[in-house]
């Protein structure tokens, strides 16, 4: 094979690579924008900001990212993941011993039984046992409401991982097709310069010896 013939394929064929891997890009970049953006303006919706620097407690203050992020507004999925992992997850911790609120369950439905036996035997004990009930059904509401919040604001964090997974695909994109096409301008180059009669590989003939 003609060795300009060679050079021009391979060129072309960089070219249509490095075109199909901007494609790819623009469509990751285009993704990541997207990932980005939602979860700024849905996280910005929320009107949620960090303690401010010198009202946070000595617990707080030994996280990193709180005391990073102190009186700022919560508007990214880093910052999300900061809030519902070291804010809530360290103030749900203080709440009836740490239990969740399927660990609550069972306890708030005995005490109910208690109260219900209490008030038909009218029982000495039934102010105490409403108390109770009381106090057990505030902290698994509680519990129930940060829980939540807890896991929108990770789910927010995770789908911002989405679009910082796609940026960097973009960026690997984007390097390769480039050395593609410098590669293929180079193929290019060479095509233009090597004569038209040069062969690649040609085998070498044999000497016929008389």
């Known amino acids: 094979m003609k060795r300009r013939t060679l050079d021009l394929l391979f060129s072309i064929g960089g070219l249509g690579l490095a075109v199909l891997l901007l494609v790819v890009g623009v469509v990751l970049t285009t993704n990541a ?3 980005n953006n939602y979860v700024h303006d849905q996280l910005a919706a929320q009107h949620i900001s960090f303690t401010p620097q010198d009202k946070l407690s000595d617990e707080e203050k030994k996280s990193d990212c709180l005391r990073e992020y102190a009186g700022q507004q919560l508007t990214t999925g880093k910052q999300a993941e900061c809030y519902a992992n070291e804010y809530i997850g360290l103030h749900l911790t203080s709440i009836a011993g740490g239990k969740t609120y399927a660990d609550l369950g069972a306890p708030q439905s005995a005490l109910r039984e208690q109260v219900a036996q209490a008030e038909q ?3 000495a004990n039934l102010t105490d046992l409403q108390k109770q009930l009381a106090e057990v059904s505030a902290q698994r509401d509680t519990v129930f409401k940060g829980e939540t919040l807890r896991g929108l604001l990770l789910t927010s964090y995770g789908f911002s991982e989405f679009g ?27 095509a233009l310069r090597t004569p038209a009669s040069a062969t690649f590989a040609a085998p070498e003939h044999e000497k016929i010896t008389n």
Do not use: C, P, T, W
């Open 33 to 35: 924008n997207f990932a």
């Open 121 to 123: 035997a009218k029982a």
């Open 164 to 190: 910082r997974k796609a940026e960097q695909g973009a960026l690997a994109m984007y390097l390769g097709a480039a050395l593609l096409l410098l590669l293929s301008a180079a193929g290019l180059l060479h």
